[in-house]
C-alpha cells in the first residue's frame, strides 16, 4: 500500500469513526429546535421538558450508553460496536420520527441517547489508535468538525422545514435515522484497530507489562484515577454549560430574547458553522506541535468572556451575535477537543475505550440531573443562570490549564512507555 493509499484510508476511517459526533450533536440540536414545537403540540409542562433534557442523547441515557459500550468496546473490539449500536440507533430515531405524544418523545429520546453514548468511545478510541503519530489531533479534529456538521444540517432543515411545524421535525428526525442506517454498511467494510489486536494477543500471551491489563479493576489505579479526575472534573464543568447551552438556547431566544424561531435556529446554526473553522484552522492546524496548555487556556478565556456578556447585558440580539462568536471561536479548539485527544491518550489500549466511557457517564448523567433545573433557573431569572454558567466555564478553564499534559507529537506508544507500560 502506498503512502498515499494508505493516509486516504487512515482519513476514510476517520471520517467513518467521527460520524458518530455527527449523530450524536445531530440528535440534541435536532431536540433543541423541536422542543419548543412538542410544548406547543403536546402542552408540555415545565417537568416533562426537564425530563425530555436529562433522559437523552444530552445526558443520563448517553452516559449510560457510554459506560456499557465503553467496556464492551475494550472486551470485543472498537468494530462490534460502533458498527451494530447503529441498528438501534435507528430504531430509536423511529420513536421520535412517529411520536403521537410525550411519553414516545422521552422513550425515542432515551433509547437514542443509549446508543449515542456506546458508539462515543470506540469511535474516538478507533480514530486514536488508527491515526498517524504526528497527527492524531489533526485527526480527532475531523471528529469534531463532524460534530458541528450534524447540528448544522440539522438547524439549516429546521429553517427550510419550518413552515411544516412538526411534521419539519419528523423529517429531520427520519433523515438522521437513514444515516444511521447507511453507516452501518459503510462501516461493515472498516477494519479493526491494529492496536486493539496487538494488545489483545499481547495480554492473552500474558503480556509485557504483565497479566490482564484490561481488567475493570486495572482502571482504578492511583495514576488512572489521578487522570480520571482531571479529565471528568474540566469537560464536566465545561459540558454543564454546554450540555444547558446547547439543548435550551433556541428556547431561551424564544421565551427570553424574544426572538422567532426562524431567528433562533439561524443564530444556532451560525455558531457551529463558526466553531468548525474554529477547529479546522486552530486545533487541527496546531495542536499536533504547539503547546496544548497554552492553546487550551487561550480557548478557555475566550469563552468566559463570551459568556459573561450574557451575564451582564440585556439578552438583544446584538448580544447574542457576540456571544455566539467568543463562544464558538473558544470552543472550537477547548475543551471538548481535548477531551477526546487527551483521554484516547492518557490510558492503555486495553482501558481506553472503558475509562472514556466511565468518564463520559459521569459527565453525561451530572449533566442530566442539572438539566432538571434549568427550567426552574431561567424562570426565576436568566441572569442568575448566565452567572452559574460564567462559573462553570472558569473551573473548566483552571483545571484544564493546571493540569493539562504536554503529549503533543508523541506516539501513543511514547506515551505509555512514560506511564510505565508495555502499551
Not at 417537568?47 to 456499557?68: E, K, M
Not at 489521578?226 to 464543568?237: N, T
Not at 451560525?270 to 506541535?289: E, P, Q, T, V
Not at 433545573?373 to 443562570?385: E, I, R
Amino acid at each position: 500500500m502506498t503512502s498515499a493509499t494508505a493516509d486516504r484510508e487512515d482519513w476514510k476511517n476517520t471520517i467513518l469513526a467521527g460520524l458518530a459526533n455527527y449523530i450524536d450533536a445531530g440528535s440534541i440540536v435536532a431536540g433543541a429546535a423541536a422542543l419548543a414545537l412538542w410544548v406547543e403540540a403536546y402542552r408540555l409542562d415545565t417537568d416533562l421538558v426537564g425530563l425530555i433534557g436529562a433522559f437523552g442523547p444530552n445526558a443520563i441515557a448517553a452516559g449510560i450508553g457510554a459506560l456499557i459500550g465503553g467496556r464492551l468496546c475494550d472486551l470485543f473490539g472498537r468494530k462490534k460496536i460502533y458498527q451494530y449500536d447503529m441498528l438501534f440507533y435507528a430504531f430509536g430515531m423511529l420513536w421520535l420520527v412517529f411520536a403521537m405524544n410525550a411519553w414516545m418523545v422521552v422513550t425515542g429520546f432515551f433509547l437514542v441517547g443509549l446508543a449515542v453514548g456506546a458508539d462515543i468511545p470506540a469511535s474516538w478510541s478507533l480514530i486514536a489508535e488508527m491515526a498517524p503519530n504526528d497527527k492524531r489531533g489533526k485527526h480527532s479534529g475531523v471528529a469534531q468538525v463532524l460534530w458541528y456538521l450534524g447540528p448544522v444540517v440539522v438547524l439549516l432543515m429546521f429553517l427550510a422545514l419550518s413552515p411544516l411545524g412538526l411534521l419539519g421535525a419528523r423529517i429531520v428526525f427520519a433523515h438522521l435515522a437513514i444515516l444511521a442506517v447507511a453507516l452501518t454498511f459503510l462501516r461493515s467494510r472498516m477494519h479493526e484497530s491494529p492496536r486493539w489486536l496487538e494488545a489483545q494477543a499481547a495480554e492473552a500471551n500474558g503480556g509485557e507489562g504483565g497479566p490482564a491489563r484490561g481488567r475493570w479493576r486495572d482502571l482504578f489505579t492511583r495514576q488512572h484515577i489521578g487522570s480520571m479526575a482531571f479529565l471528568s472534573g474540566m469537560y464536566l464543568f465545561w459540558n454543564l454549560w454546554a450540555g444547558t447551552n446547547g439543548f435550551f438556547f433556541p428556547y431561551i431566544l424564544r421565551t427570553v430574547g424574544n426572538q422567532t424561531q426562524a431567528m433562533s435556529v439561524a443564530v444556532q446554526a451560525l455558531s457551529f458553522l463558526l466553531g468548525m473553522a474554529s477547529i479546522f484552522f486552530i486545533f487541527m492546524k496546531l495542536s499536533d506541535r504547539v503547546n496544548q496548555r497554552l492553546l487550551f487556556g487561550l480557548s478557555a478565556i475566550t469563552q468566559v468572556i463570551g459568556m459573561a456578556l450574557l451575564a451582564i447585558f440585556p439578552l438583544t440580539l446584538p448580544v447574542a451575535l457576540i456571544h455566539v462568536f467568543l463562544m464558538a471561536v473558544g470552543q472550537g479548539f477547548g475543551a471538548q477537543c481535548f477531551f477526546q485527544l487527551w483521554s484516547s491518550e492518557m490510558f492503555p489500549t486495553l482501558l481506553r475505550s472503558t475509562a472514556q466511557g466511565v468518564m463520559f457517564a459521569v459527565v453525561r448523567i451530572a449533566l442530566g440531573i442539572f438539566s432538571f433545573f434549568v427550567p426552574w433557573l431561567t424562570a426565576t431569572g436568566f441572569q442568575t443562570l448566565a452567572w452559574i454558567l460564567v462559573g462553570f466555564l472558569a473551573i473548566s478553564g483552571l483545571i484544564g490549564f493546571i493540569w493539562a499534559p504536554r503529549n503533543e507529537g508523541k506516539s501513543l506508544e511514547q506515551l505509555a512507555a512514560m506511564r510505565g507500560e508495555a502499551g
